[in-house]
């Protein structure tokens, strides 16, 4: 056969596919549901409003069945985006660009901005997607592990040391990546952090890449969502998870509207990868952005009971942190308490364990960099089947506490 790229080869394997086949395969074995906590989706539709819109003009309209009028998206959708960055996140004199998803976007963005062999800092535990679109395009990733302590935030002491490897000229980091509020952790970087990372991007000729999927996701305004403003500065936003059309396609990528090459080359990207967002998901996005944010905020306090049961169940554990965004908390299997060196054979294990015995699905830890630990996501089921799934994880966890466990036994 022929050769295949190293560079895809070489790229991670996503999780969630062979979690959900064990899933389905347990579950048509055994006849029973098995509750899963591994995709980042929410429960909730979209507006009823966005389908009635897009049924409307589908009876009208023929231009729904073809290629969008222009590459970058509906003038009308870029027009109310371009709003909706100056009122909500105060990006004045920015442009945007409609994505297949803020997943598209990011791709968009390595290519427009890093060479093969250039390197990207991104904060562990992370988004698993960010780090294989590095890997995809030989980007290589330089990977900063965050404390539990530090609630999963960079310290400053990290950026000394990035800062010390920049003066030696000992480096090509092109772009550093912020995912806030954060997948997988929950956590929500403050302003102070925020600006002083900008800062270090802004004095060292660095690109600072802002991924706000989860911006509405905050439970707790004592630390509030902040955007980071600057011309260094490009920002990643998706209408998947605040209105629940994730299968519909659409995000945006946000630049200072004067860095005409930048917007050049990620033309180019956009005009021959995707070439646009499909034109019925622009109708549906239009719609959903004109109900706006307070309906996404109502449907996303819908989702405190669950962090709440799902709370119950980790806090008696000392690597479950209290985040306050996004949808997830990340913490460790207890029987891994104190160990650095968990293989992911040793995770899956447990992963298995828990499908098969107490019948939740979570995602192993290995797949944000940090074997051992697990991902739950509390948005996509609702509240009822949630107690019972943290009901069963609290059992599941305190059995993983006991000393004389032997997983073996539910193989
Ligand atoms: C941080 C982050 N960015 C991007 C995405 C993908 O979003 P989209 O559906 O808009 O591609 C996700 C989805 O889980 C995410 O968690």
């Known amino acids: 056969m022929p050769l295949l790229s190293k560079r895809l080869l070489n790229t991670d394997m996503p999780l969630i596919n062979k979690v959900g086949q064990l899933v389905q ?8 549901r098995v509750t899963s906590l591994v995709q980042g989706m929410v429960y909730f539709a979209p507006p ?4 009635e819109v897009l049924q409307d003009t589908l009876k009208h309209e023929k231009f729904l069945h073809q290629y969008c009028e222009h590459d970058f998206g509906m003038r009308v959708l870029r027009e109310a985006l371009i709003q909706k960055v100056e009122t909500e996140n105060k990006l004045m004199d920015h442009s945007v660009i409609v994505t297949q998803g803020a997943n598209q976007g990011f791709s968009s963005v390595v290519n427009a901005l890093c060479d093969p062999d250039d390197e990207c800092v991104i904060f562990s ?4 997607n960010h780090l294989m679109a590095l890997q ?17 935030l960079p310290e400053v002491q990290d950026f000394e040391k990035l800062q010390q490897s920049i003066d030696s000229g000992d480096n090509r980091i092109k772009m550093i990546v912020v995912t806030t509020p954060c997948n997988p952790t929950g956590t929500v970087f403050p302003k102070d952090l925020l600006e002083y990372i900008s800062d270090f991007c802004k004095k060292n000729s660095i690109w600072l890449v802002c991924d706000e999927t989860y911006e509405y996701f905050i439970f707790d305004e004592s630390v509030p969502h902040h955007t980071p403003v600057g011309s260094h500065i490009i920002h990643l936003y998706s209408f998947s998870k605040a209105y629940g059309l994730m299968g ?29 967002s499909p034109v019925p998901s ?13 309906w996404a905020m109502k449907q996303i306090n819908t989702l405190v009971q669950n962090r709440e049961y799902l709370w119950e169940a980790l806090s008696p554990y000392p ?11 990340f913490a460790q299997f207890p029987c891994f308490a104190n160990r650095k060196d968990v293989t992911i054979d040793e995770e899956w294990q447990v992963i298995q364990w828990l499908i098969k015995k107490y019948r939740i699905a979570v995602l192993p830890g290995s797949a944000f960099g940090y074997n051992g630990y697990f991902r739950v996501s509390y948005a996509n089921i609702n509240a009822e ?5 943290a009901k069963r994880l609290e059992l599941a966890l305190r059995d993983l506490s006991l000393p004389d466990l032997d997983l073996q036994k539910f193989d």
């Open 25 to 32: 395969q347990v579950e048509s074995t055994t006849h029973q």
């Open 48 to 51: 009823e409003s966005c389908a």
């Open 125 to 128: 535990p992370y988004y698993f």
């Open 136 to 152: 995809m395009a030989n980007v290589k990733p330089l990977i900063i592990d965050t404390k539990i302590q530090n609630k999963y």
């Open 248 to 276: 519909w396609r659409v995000g945006y990528i946000v630049y200072d509207r004067n860095l005409i090459e930048l917007q050049t080359s990620l033309h180019k990207y956009q005009d021959t990868v995707p070439i646009s």
């Open 282 to 294: 622009q109708i549906m996005a239009l719609q959903a952005l004109k109900e706006g944010k307070q």
């Open 319 to 329: 690597t479950s942190v209290r985040t306050t965004g996004a949808m997830y908390y």
């Open 385 to 389: 089947q949630c107690e019972q799934a």
